[in-house]
């Protein structure tokens, strides 16, 4: 994979945006893999504005979200379907028809995820994924052990993730739900170009083991040494540990 160390996360967002308004410009249709937490706010900030400067039509560009609670209302202001309407639907103006987070209501979550991966499909697959990556190298919320292969569907939240995210629901990891439906390693994988955000030395261990590791189930973001075009963006502190 490639790794690029920018100055601070603004860099990093500048070039997240730059790539994807190209790929915009030359492809109106782009399908736009999108991820929820505090990492890809920057990216989305500036695409945002790269958007409004060159003045692009994105009526026809297409996001399907990388995961969401299970169980949790869609309307609940932490939903991810809520989330990523507030962070990239409204901000970038992209039509909301077009824009799909994985279907987290519990009556249908069995087959939800084959519903999920045959859309993105559908759709033509994906043409440039961005991620996050957790403290453990969970990326979606492929948590350590989850099978390489994998596909969407539904997944148990570890502790540790609930008591991170508990910081979305005032605090309290009882408030967080206890399952997600999540695209699999797998639908990740089939991604045309995979871009991993990551800032902060918190991130510094998840970073060397997943660009410098074994390729193993036990980091999940380690599998990108196996893609032929996976781009790492880091800070310096998040670059730390790298050899
Ligand atoms: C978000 C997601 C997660 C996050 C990861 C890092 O859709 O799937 O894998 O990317 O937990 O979260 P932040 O960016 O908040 O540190």
Do not use: W
Not at 114 to 140: F, N, P, W
Not at 147 to 157: C, D, M, P, Q, V
Not at 199 to 204: D, H, L, M, V, Y
């Amino acid at each position: 994979a490639e790794v690029i160390i920018v100055k601070n996360q603004d860099e990093a967002g500048a070039l997240y945006a730059k790539s994807v308004a190209d790929l915009i410009e030359r492809k109106p249709f782009a399908v736009l893999g999108l991820a929820t937490g505090s990492t890809p706010l920057v990216a989305y900030e500036h695409l945002a504005l790269e958007v409004r400067d060159r003045g692009l039509d994105v009526s026809h560009v297409r996001g399907f979200a990388l995961d969401e609670y299970a169980g949790l209302p869609v309307e609940h202001p932490e939903s991810y379907r809520s989330v990523i309407t507030r962070t990239v639907v409204e901000p970038l103006g992209l039509d909301p028809k077009h824009v799909h987070v994985p279907n987290g209501a519990l009556e249908t979550i069995a087959t939800a995820g084959a519903d999920y991966d045959r859309a993105i499909e559908e759709a033509g697959g994906i043409d440039v994924q961005i991620l996050g990556v957790g403290t453990d190298g969970h990326i979606g919320f492929n948590e350590p052990g989850s099978s390489l292969a994998s596909g969407t569907r539904i997944k148990t939240l570890t502790q540790q993730t609930r008591v991170d995210n508990a910081r979305f629901f005032d605090g309290d990891m009882n408030q967080v739900p206890t399952h997600c439906i999540t695209q699999g390693i797998g639908t990740i994988m089939k991604a045309r170009h995979l871009v991993l955000l990551a800032f902060g030395e918190n991130k510094a261990d998840a970073v060397a083991a997943s660009v410098e590791g074994g390729v193993s189930a036990m980091c999940p973001a380690s599998a990108l040494q196996l893609h032929p075009h996976a781009t790492f963006i880091v800070d310096e502190a998040a670059a730390s540990k790298l050899k």
